[in-house]
């Protein structure tokens, strides 16, 4: 192994394994040094501009990491933050991305993405940060998840927020307080607030 690819493994490394090409670049690592390593099966392409080393074992969830990598200032909501928080029995098909109302929209081949353009104060309550194979993955809380549900009840189906409050309710250390405080964020408090008293 030359000089190069060894510097190029320590630094892969020293970010969980999985690097964008800017943030390759920025470590030291040549973009000739990225293509040999991907041509010779050292690096896997996840998406356009991101590399993974091959050697580690696969991923458990590489859609939410590819998003991460690409789209960092997004937040995983709705369906996709469900079956992140094992809150659902839907399988997401795509993955469900919150943004700013004035962020530009993202080009992304792969995954398939459904971009929510969130309000401010939406946008910023309940992101819980979460390590994925060594990256960080932005998805919001299953309380603020719960009430985003609740909100976008006409786009993913009341039946599907429901389900997520039912299997919520079944938890240990379940914060009703929290869930109501979102749905005020949201402006549903009076949306959900009959569902949580008539414990459905």
Known sequence: MNTPTRK???????????????????????????????DLGELDQLTRGVYRLTSLPPLGNPDL????????????????????????????????????RTSRHPKLAYPPLHIYRFSNNAF????????????TVRVYSPEKTLADCFKYRNKIGLDVALEAL???????????????EYARICRIEKVIRPYLEAGV
Request: glycine share 10%; with cysteine; net charge positive.
């Open 65 to 100: 990491i590819t998003i991460a990598k690409r789209i960092p200032g997004g937040v995983v909501c709705l369906i996709s933050a469900l079956s992140f928080h094992d809150l659902t029995t839907q399988i997401p098909h795509e993955v469900d991305l919150a943004l700013p």
């Open 166 to 180: 039912r299997i919520y309710r079944g938890r240990r250390g379940v914060r009703f307080n929290s869930v109501l």
């Open 124 to 135: 910023k309550a309940g992101i819980q940060e979460q390590q994925i194979e060594g990256v």
């Open 8 to 38: 190029a493994y320590k630094v892969f490394r020293a970010h969980g394994g999985t690097l964008r090409t800017g943030e390759a670049l920025a470590a030291g690592i040549h973009r000739r040094t990225l293509y040999t390593m991907r």
